[in-house]
């Protein structure tokens, strides 16, 4: 079994900042890609950036220049930092990885999401 667990949402005003953090446990070989999705209210969900095992990033052109992400290999854990956050920010905020397990093929997990909302 493999989890993922994000961390960091919360309520912030526009123009602020917010971490997300995602932590991947349970039986791993590799970890591949890692990303970072959302999903506002009566939307589909949309690709915010992804990042390769090998640190290779991309970023929707919506959050370009404004939100990072990064990862701690050694800690399994997959990082966006967002700034300037603004109202349309507002989202449920999911964790994705591709995970190579000892045994089988790799396949995509997700978490279960954390809120981030932007209001004054």
């Known amino acids: 079994q493999v989890q993922l667990v994000e961390s960091g949402g919360g309520l912030v005003q526009p123009g602020g900042s917010l971490r997300l953090s995602c932590v991947v446990s349970?039986?791993?070989?590799?970890?591949?890609?890692m990303g970072w999705y959302r999903q506002a209210p009566g939307k589909q969900r949309e690709l915010v950036a992804t990042?390769?095992?090998?640190?290779?990033?991309n970023h929707a052109d919506s959050v370009k220049g404004r939100f990072t992400i990064s990862r701690d290999n050694a800690k399994n854990t997959v990082y966006l930092q967002m700034n300037s956050l603004k109202p349309e920010d507002t989202a449920l905020y999911y964790c994705?990885?591709?995970?190579?397990?000892?045994?089988?093929?790799?396949?995509?997990?997700w978490g279960q999401g954390t809120q981030v909302t932007v209001s004054s």
């Open positions: 994705n990885a591709d995970v190579k397990p000892p045994w089988g093929r790799s396949r995509e997990y």
């Open positions: 349970g039986f791993i070989l590799r970890i591949n890609a």
């Open positions: 990042i390769t095992s090998g640190g290779t990033t």
